[in-house]
């Protein structure tokens, strides 16, 4: 029997919820879910592999195919998980009625992280009032690149939720939810991946994306780094700030 581990804490359910759900779509692989209970996550221990172009390849491909399960809206969390998501120690809010992406991307995953920064002292009334143009024009449609069909997101897709093994990537510690496509692959940019050209080349020619969307990273770097802003501060306000700056550049 291999070896497994239980990880503690209150949103083992959701975790759990999240991983069926990506399993479901015959996409990426995921760490299968054992047990979910009171007592925590039951999983099994992942072996770990050297990553390779190879599989880096297969990657982008399989997450294609995750990506083209779909939701039923933008902000929809996994089935049976009522209420907001978690994203690290966060809440991630869920969005309970459709609404176009721009709109959701800017009330759901913008504004409330800035407020929570503003309020913490780590944004200014300046900084703020960036955020606050890049949500208007979200919300008004005039940031190039929207889509109309929701894709089914990991929603917390860092290097450190990538596992290498030797049957290829498994992923870990999903925030999953309906979202833009581009968004996961902003955050695989964001803190550094073995290979990622390879994996970026293969989602981009297994899936199709809006046009420009290289050029749109900063945009989807928002959400990840007001949610490192809020709960470290530092050089994270910077970053959020030069992504937004970048953002209305588009």
Request: glycine share 12%.
């Amino acid at each position: 029997m291999s070896e497994t581990f239980l990880k503690r804490g209150p949103h083992a359910r959701l975790e759990a919820a999240g991983l069926r759900w990506l399993a479901q779509a015959g996409g990426v692989a995921v760490c299968p879910v054992l047990r979910a209970d009171d007592e925590g996550l039951l999983l099994p221990r992942i072996e770990r592999t050297a990553p390779t172009a190879a599989a880096a390849e297969a990657f982008g491909r399989d997450l294609a195919r995750t990506h083209a399960a779909g939701a039923d809206r933008f902000g929809a969390p996994p089935p049976g998980v009522d209420g907001p998501g978690r994203i690290g120690a966060l809440e991630l809010p869920s969005a309970t009625s459709p609404q176009p992406w721009g709109v959701f991307y800017a009330e759901l995953r913008v504004r409330p992280y800035v407020r929570a920064a503003r309020d913490a002292g780590t944004l200014s009334a300046a900084d703020v009032a960036l955020f606050d143009a890049v949500c208007d024009r979200l919300a008004a449609g005039e940031v190039p690149g929207a889509v109309t069909a929701p894709a089914r997101l990991h929603g917390d897709l860092w290097s450190g939720n990538v596992l290498w093994s030797p049957r290829g990537v498994v992923l870990i510690d999903p925030a999953a939810h309906g979202g833009h496509p581009e968004t996961d692959l902003a955050m695989l940019a964001l803190f550094g991946l073995p290979h990622l050209d390879r994996v970026l080349d293969a989602r981009a020619e297994a899936g199709p994306l809006p046009p420009g969307w290289r050029r749109r990273v900063p945009l989807h770097q928002l959400h990840p780094l007001l949610v490192h802003t809020v709960l470290f501060g530092g050089g994270y306000a910077g970053q959020a700030v030069r992504a937004a700056r970048d953002t209305l550049a588009l």
